[in-house]
């Protein structure tokens, strides 16, 4: 069985993942995806996560910073080609992680990617706003404002990214089997939700 978790920012997605991998004995996928698709396009980790972490493609963001230097730099040599590229990578790297089975992936538009099937359980995690600002604000030793700041900022991000690329809301239906609120189920009351689903299944 194959576990794919989409989640707005600061419900704790990584925890619970891992609470959930320990029951199951399965293996969490996160970090390692960036790694992969870096390696494949011969590009750093760190530019890997800056695609995935911006609400703006990795194109535009090259050309703001080359185009004042570089003025003859046109869009179709960092653009859309580039990030259909890195969208590509991705969505092998999770259909190749998918494939060995017994995982929980985290993220990477996972959901959608696999789509729906007998071995993948679907699973978005959410929580107020102002519960998840007051839990990146513990977690990161964060004033008020600025986890604020982020929690909107990747929000946003993670919706563009589903509806720019996929054409569908975070949370949907459509791409989800089980929603968690986890302000109320807490990291184990969320984690023994995600191992009933999976026996369920």
């Known amino acids: 069985m194959i576990v794919t978790i989409s989640n707005k920012y600061g419900s704790g997605a990584v925890d619970i993942a891992a609470r959930a991998a320990a029951l199951l004995g399965y293996t969490v996928v996160d970090r390692q995806l960036p790694v992969v698709v870096a390696k494949r396009m011969h590009i750093s980790r760190n530019v890997a996560l800056e695609a995935e972490e911006s609400g703006r493609s990795l194109g535009s963001r090259l050309l703001s910073s080359l185009e004042l230097a570089t003025p003859e730099v046109v869009a179709d040599n960092f653009g859309q080609t580039f990030d259909e590229s890195l969208l590509r990578e991705v969505q092998r790297a999770v259909r190749d992680y998918a494939a060995r089975g017994n995982c929980i992936?985290?993220?990477?538009?996972?959901?959608?990617?696999?789509?729906?099937?007998?071995?993948?359980?679907?699973?978005?995690?959410?929580a107020p706003r102002e519960w998840r600002i007051e839990r990146v604000a513990q977690n990161f030793g964060l004033d008020e404002k600025t986890a604020a700041a982020e929690v909107d900022r990747i929000d946003r991000a993670r919706r563009a990214h589903l509806r720019d690329w996929y054409k569908v809301d975070m949370g949907s239906s459509a791409i989800v089997d089980l929603a968690i609120?986890?302000?109320?189920?807490?990291?184990?009351?969320?984690?023994?939700?995600i191992v009933a689903a999976v026996h369920a299944r």
């Open 181 to 193: 609120d986890t302000s109320t189920f807490g990291e184990e009351g969320s984690a023994n939700l």
């Open 105 to 126: 992936i985290i993220g990477r538009g996972s959901s959608v990617i696999l789509g729906r099937r007998p071995d993948v359980l679907r699973v978005y995690m959410f």
